[in-house]
């Protein structure tokens, strides 16, 4: 896959990623997809080649059996992540109005695009309001930071390669956040998923990557071209085994610059058949959207699934996406 995409954008860290910087990021009513096919078929995930969920291998983590210090529906919270994951930082922690501390819950991290905060993206995601097993939710704040050449924008620090947007405090912050969780709550380490959207999918994408090890799956949605990944003689290495279905729109009205409709999606979804080791000759539909529109591969270890969903979506979430994301995350 590297030679495929060298010839789309030449070796090295593409000077057209500095414009994600400051992506349009969703109003509070942009998350309805006006494709009158976008409907989710509730059967797809039986094609899904994943290792499903089993009790006997749930892990209670140390925070399991302590009182429950916290209100559920949504709270604003803060940690001390340290210096390298830039000091106090925020979140905005959902529980459960049944939160059992005797369970071990799943954990859902879903990282804002620019200039968002956690409170704000939890109505868009809409995850919450879907059926599944117990599971924590948690929305990271990122920081508003001075970006050589782009400005000062809310925005997430996506890892070693990612100038101007590089280094490793959001990585740092996104660990710290899963301590506190373990320690303070009863969940499953085993079991902690990732999403976003925007400057938020990117970052789902990274951590996908970097903190492999600590995630099961994964669903970026509307990321740039993954340039945080492009190490220069080769691809960066990542840990762990996430699983990643990588969302992106066919008409995104964000970026402007691709060199043909859905470029950046493909990219995404190239670097992880090459670091999965799939067959991406014969790609299972997965029933959502449009025919074809959703598919997952073959051979991968773990799963990948892509979705180039709809032209009437732009930069926006596809109307199935909630769905989708919480039905597939139930099968890990």
Known sequence: ???RWALLVGMGTSCKAVDDSAPVE????????ADADADADADADTDSDTD???????VGSAGCGAPVGYPPGG????????????????????????????VPHRVVVGYPGTDWIGEWIQPYLDLE??????????YPDP????????????????????????????LVFTGALLDWLESELCVDPGRVFVTGHSWGGDMAQVVSCFLGDRVRASVPVAANEPYWFDAGADWAECVGQTAVWTMFGVADDHFTWQDYSG?????????????????????VD?????????VSYAGCGPEVRYCLYGPATGHQVPSYYAEATMAWFATW
Do not use: K
Request: one cysteine or more.
């Open 143 to 170: 920081l508003w930071r001075d970006f050589p050449g782009w400005g000062t924008y809310g925005g997430w620090v996506l890892g070693p390669h990612a100038y101007p947007a590089d280094g490793d405090g959001d």
């Open 75 to 102: 709270v604003q919270l803060t940690l001390d992540a340290g210096p390298a994951g830039d000091g106090v930082r925020s979140f905005w922690l959902s529980l459960p109005a049944d939160y059992d501390p005797a």
């Open 26 to 33: 969703p109003s509070a009513d942009a998350d309805a997809d």
């Open 286 to 294: 997965l029933g959502y959207g449009a025919d074809g529109e959703c």
């Open 1 to 3: 896959m590297r030679a």
């Open 129 to 138: 309001n879907q059926p599944g097993p117990p599971t924590i939710f948690v």
């Open 263 to 283: 470029q950046f999606g493909d990219m995404c979804v190239d670097f992880w058949l090459d670091a999965r080791g799939c067959d991406a000759a014969d790609p």
């Open 52 to 58: 499903g969920d089993t009790d006997s291998d749930t």
